[in-house]
């Protein structure tokens, strides 16, 4: 653990300090409705990482409450991004909805405690009763039925004799709470629908305000760790806890700060649109800012949670640059990946005053990365290197290969541009040029001076490999609708060049593909017939705004 503590850490060392608890039990409740993403990846490094920390423990609990959206192929997801992100929920993964009966016996205990209520009053009026920030509600004439009645009534919704929205439960707090979500609270809803897991058991459902403490009591949660939008509900956690006069300890809410990066959507309800509505091809794809998606692309684990780390835990809410998680990606793999040479956009290089074929021996790795390893590198007497690293009338400032500047080809030689050659449009299909014997690198005698290097392969051995090019999704910086979209998050080149070993090798799954950026090897799409990489990041951070 880091010397300064952020305040959730703070108070959950006082809180074991004092005594107050023998051990800190944390939980990550997500509701199985969609795939998580880079905000649950933040809760989950979070929660998990304080149980770490303090030796606890920290549960998996599916939030599932709501049958109409839950889905046993999002419990999958979850576990999946858990597991990925290197964290370990112990022997069981918990379910809401296995507190289903329990949870329904507290409420009776509220019934019979005069602390709750059936109500008959519709959406609307119900809405109208509760007042506004200004004005004290009222309350239902139906709050003065008999607990008997509450009860008849209660089991009767329960058996499924009442038709959706026809009755609630409510807790009888306080209609003129300052605090509106006190205002007497929703407990239980009548929903006739089938239930991904506790099939077409139950006709009435708990809200999350009365699920989500007593899931968490049930549990032993000591730190019931969320984000801010429930500060207000903390009073109903609250509440509902020391009405029911639970057998201590119990746990109690804290909340921070949610996390927003720029360009990117982080809604469930919003990426479930993007899915269905084929804006991308699935929940998984490398343009999503789910787990399964960053996955997909690339991303390491390590950079997801070095970047959690770096963003910290705040108390107030605040927009995170995405160039910042860019960063943490582009500097996990600098310290990690091996480099190869790709060309994406070929240019044919006849090397005139060569014959033959030699092997190259080059390393993987650069002097400031400690890590060995070779390839050989197969040269020829055609070469093709990247269209734009020739250009005929160079502006000032151009380093590469011109009609009178040589370039050395990395871990090779050094070329220069005798012909050019081009078709009746005009455009240049061809370069012929020389080579210098004597310039081979590690070994040059040739006296040449070069500005810079260049990437190539040898045509006789190189393949030919997909590539995805990915960019933001988004074009704006908040977006909102879809036509916030970025039409061009999504470039495919289809025949670029690769040099053999990295097929042939397998050196990694990841590369950085030199002076293009680092590619990752799809994990579904690849085979070695159809090799299919999707670009991670950048080698820097390049978005113009
Ligand atoms: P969304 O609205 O994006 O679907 P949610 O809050 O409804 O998110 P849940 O499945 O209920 O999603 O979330 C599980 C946990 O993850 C909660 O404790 C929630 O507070 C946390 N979480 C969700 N989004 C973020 C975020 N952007 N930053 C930090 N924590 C988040
Ligand atoms: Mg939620
Ligand atoms: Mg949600």
Redesign the pocket.
């Known amino acids: 653990m880091s010397e300064n503590k952020d305040f959730l850490r703070v108070i959950v060392d006082e809180d074991l300090k004092k005594g107050k608890y023998e051990e800190v039990v944390t939980r990550?409740?997500?509701?199985p409705n969609?795939f998580p993403?880079i905000?649950?990846a933040?809760?989950i490094c979070i929660n998990f990482g304080i149980a770490k920390d303090f030796k606890g423990h920290c549960n998996l609990r599916m939030?599932d409450t709501d049958p109409t959206k839950e889905d046993t192929k999002y419990v999958e997801a979850l576990k999946d991004a858990v597991k990925w992100l290197g964290f370990d929920w112990g022997e069981n993964v918990y379910y809401t909805s296995d507190y289903f009966p329990k949870l329904y016996d507290y409420a009776i205990k509220l019934i019979k405690m005069g602390k709750a209520y059936v109500d008959s009053l519709n959406e609307e009026e119900i809405r109208e009763y509760r007042g506004t920030v200004t004005q004290a509600g009222k309350r239902s004439e139906y709050a003065n039925r008999s607990i008997e009645e509450n009860l008849d009534l209660f089991e009767r919704m329960k058996r499924g004799e009442f038709k959706d929205g026809e009755h609630v439960l409510r807790a009888k707090i306080d209609m003129s709470a300052a605090n509106m979500k006190m205002r007497d609270p929703l407990l239980y809803r009548i929903r006739h629908a089938h239930h991904y897991r506790a099939g077409n058991e139950w006709h009435v459902y708990p809200m999350y305000d009365f699920a989500h403490c007593l899931s968490d009591y049930i549990e032993g949660v000591t730190h019931s760790i969320?984000?801010l939008e429930f500060e207000n509900n903390r009073d109903i956690y609250d509440w509902v806890l020391d009405t029911l006069e639970l057998k201590p300890p119990r746990p109690y809410q804290h909340e921070f700060a949610?996390?927003?990066i720029n360009y990117t959507v982080?809604?469930?309800?919003k990426l479930l649109e993007l899915v269905q509505n084929n804006y991308v091809n699935d929940w998984d794809d490398p343009r999503m800012p789910t787990i399964a998606g960053y996955k997909r692309r690339g991303y390491t684990p390590e950079s997801i949670i070095n970047f959690c780390d770096q963003i910290g835990i705040a108390k107030a809410n605040s927009m995170v640059d995405v160039s910042q998680l860019e960063f943490c990606i582009r500097d996990d793999l600098n310290k990690k990946v091996p480099r190869v040479m790709c060309v994406l956009d070929p240019l044919k290089v006849t090397i005139e005053n060569y014959e033959g074929e030699e092997e190259i021996d080059a390393p993987y790795y650069p002097h400031d990365v400690p890590k060995e390893g070779s390839r050989v590198v197969p040269f020829s007497k055609v070469v093709y290197i990247e269209r734009d690293d020739f250009n005929e009338n160079p502006p000032k400032g151009f380093y590469r290969l011109t009609p009178e500047q040589p370039v050395r080809l990395r871990h090779g030689y050094i070329i220069s541009c005798k012909e050019v050659i081009k078709d009746d449009k005009g455009n240049i299909t061809e370069i012929i040029a020389q080579y210098y014997p004597e310039s081979k690198s590690g070994s040059d005698t040739s006296g040449i001076k070069v500005k810079s290097a260049i990437q190539w392969v040898s045509e006789t051995y190189a393949k030919k490999v997909e590539l995805r090019l990915y960019d933001r999704l988004y074009k704006n910086e908040a977006p909102q609708e879809v036509e916030d979209l970025n039409p061009n998050s999504l470039k495919i080149i289809k025949d670029a060049l690769i040099e053999p070993a990295v097929i042939e090798e397998k050196k990694d799954e990841r590369f950085q593909f030199e002076r293009q950026g680092y590619f990752y090897a799809d994990p579904i799409d690849y085979t070695d017939e159809k090799p299919v990489f999707n670009k991670i990041v950048s080698l820097k951070d390049s978005w113009a705004k």
């Open positions: 990550f409740p997500p509701e969609g993403h905000g649950h933040k809760s939030d969320c984000t949610r996390l927003g982080m809604s469930k309800r």
